[in-house]
């Protein structure tokens, strides 16, 4: 029978769903067509297979080929199936055995000398492809992501000779080895920020719980640095984790570091950045800043002067810890479960507030600055903090046991969370009102006293879940108490002033 299937995957968001490419022979004048939704680089592929297969030393058929991509709905783009296209084409000539095409995946792009080179979007196909219990086949140049991965059958080539030889059971395939716990990663340390007690402790909390932070203050107090050492005070990343964050790099191209791979990302876009650039878009959908720093940290440094409209498209994410990407021929979905830390002035000459330096801002000058921060942005961010100057006899005074390192900082940090890993599964920011009505329980006193808060700050609902999420941080960081008392409560509104 002159038809054959093999197995491959497309590059649709983070999902990357399973492709069928069926390849039939039959009579007729000479010549290859490719159906099934293929894009310009999917359509060229009957050029670089063609000649690839005469290189490899095998005959290219006189006959008429007709390659199917299954689902045909599903748009497919790149050079991705060009080794599941050369396969097929081979299997359904009798050139090679069709058995162990059955239960295993081929990605790879062909070089006209039969070279396969690296594609993207390898590491969210090793992983559907694990789910399946399939074998998968990929190019060297991807072996660093493919070790990532365990409990999956992965192999790596060098060209289509080499693939060939292993279908014929003439050599085997090698394997990309197993991937370490990555190298420890030399983050700037806590004991560099001299005083600022305040911002530390919010900072702390931040990392427990997950919490947003707005840090505001003149410049040069020191927000850019707390913010640059929150990283180093994270827990650390579980493999689940790791790999969803690598998988979104895995999407963009960009190479996946095996050193690097158990730590969270920080990304700080400038603020000249457009929302397609912040949340990602297209006409190939692509993951933006928010998704590159899923499960890690995203800093927006001098936030007022992000346009209104970037900062506003953040509102979703901020959320429901996703985005979806619409076009008119795709939808893609990313993963967006990031921390957002934003740092500003108070004015726009930044010394509102300032004891040492005269602002030289007008009311309405203050106000146009502010106002290009939507309320509703506030409302979903927990902490917002004051970072004053500090006093130059404190800058250059020895350490204090106040000027705690991070290692110190992060094992509080990480003792904290445990507490909530151990409740709901999850830290505190992420719980849902259910368990929050369960873990966040409050006394007849306390609960009368925290409405009574609320209604004279004029705090939404949403401020109010928000807020006892922090005061169950709090309550974590001082050893895990069942019922919120009052000190819990009164320091989590206090981060809600701004």
């Known amino acids: 029978m002159s038809l054959a299937v093999t ?5 649709e968001g983070v999902t990357a769903p399973q492709v069928m490419v069926e390849v039939h022979l039959s009579g007729g004048l000479p010549g290859t067509n490719i159906v099934g939704l293929p894009e310009a680089a999917v359509r060229e592929a009957r050029d670089r297979v063609r000649v690839a ?3 490899t030393a095998f005959s290219y058929p006189d ?22 296209i050369a396969l097929g084409i081979l299997a359904a000539g009798g050139q090679v055995p069709r058995e162990k095409l059955d239960d295993c995946e081929f990605l790879g792009e062909l070089a006209l000398s039969g070279a396969i080179r690296g594609v993207s979007g390898v590491l969210p196909a090793l992983l559907r492809a ?4 399939r074998r998968v086949v990929v190019p060297r140049a991807n072996a660093a992501e493919a070790a990532l991965v365990s409990d999956v059958d992965v192999m790596v080539a ?3 000779a080499e693939v060939c030889g292993w279908l014929h059971d003439a050599s085997p395939l090698a394997s990309p080895g197993r991937c370490s716990e990555g190298e420890a990663r030399s983050f700037p340390d806590m004991s560099d920020v001299r005083g600022q007690l ?3 402790r919010a900072l702390e909390i931040a990392a427990v719980g997950g919490h947003h932070l707005l840090m505001v203050g003149p410049p040069g107090t020191g927000k850019t640095m707390l913010a640059e050492r929150l990283p180093g005070i994270l827990p650390p990343l579980t493999e689940a984790e790791a790999l969803e964050t690598c998988a ?5 191209g960009q190479p996946v570091d095996p050193a690097q791979w158990r730590h969270r990302p920080f990304r700080a876009p400038h603020h000249t950045a457009s929302a397609v650039a912040l949340v990602g878009g297209g006409s190939s959908p692509r993951p933006g800043e928010i998704s590159l720093a899923h499960n890690g940290v995203l800093f927006l440094d001098e936030l007022p002067e992000f346009s209104r409209h970037v900062l506003d498209v953040l509102r ?5 810890g996703q985005i979806m990407i619409s076009r008119a021929a795709r939808q893609s979905s990313f993963p967006a479960q990031f921390q957002l830390v934003a740092a500003m002035n108070p004015c726009p000459c930044g010394y509102a507030g300032d004891p040492r330096q005269r602002c030289q801002c007008t009311p309405d000058q203050m106000q146009r600055y502010r106002a290009r921060i939507s309320g509703p942005l506030l409302d979903r961010i927990d902490l917002s903090v004051e970072v004053p100057r500090v006093p130059l006899a404190e800058l250059g005074a020895p350490r204090s046991e106040h000027d705690e390192d991070s290692a110190t900082v992060r094992r509080r940090v990480i003792r904290a969370r445990d507490y909530a890993l151990q409740r709901a599964g999850r830290p505190n920011a992420e719980i849902s009102t259910r368990e929050l009505e369960r873990d966040c329980a409050l006394g007849p006193a306390e609960r009368r006293w925290f409405e009574a808060a609320l209604e004279r700050l004029g705090l939404s609902a949403r401020a109010y879940h928000r807020t006892l999420r922090v005061a169950r941080t709090i309550a974590d960081l001082d050893g895990g108490a069942g019922l919120l008392d009052r000190a819990h409560l009164a320091e989590a509104l206090q981060y809600r002033r701004f």
């Open 316 to 320: 979703e994410p901020l959320e429901s």
């Open 63 to 84: 006959r008429k080929v007709t390659v199917n991509l299954a689902p045909a709905e599903l748009p497919k783009d790149g050079g991705r199936f060009d080794l599941a």
């Open 248 to 252: 979104v790099l895995s999407v963009t």
């Open 130 to 133: 694990r789910a399946r219990g």
């Open 7 to 11: 197995l491959s995957r497309a590059q």
């Open 53 to 55: 297969i005469q290189n």
């Open 158 to 160: 060098d060209s289509l």
């Open 198 to 200: 305040q911002a530390r």
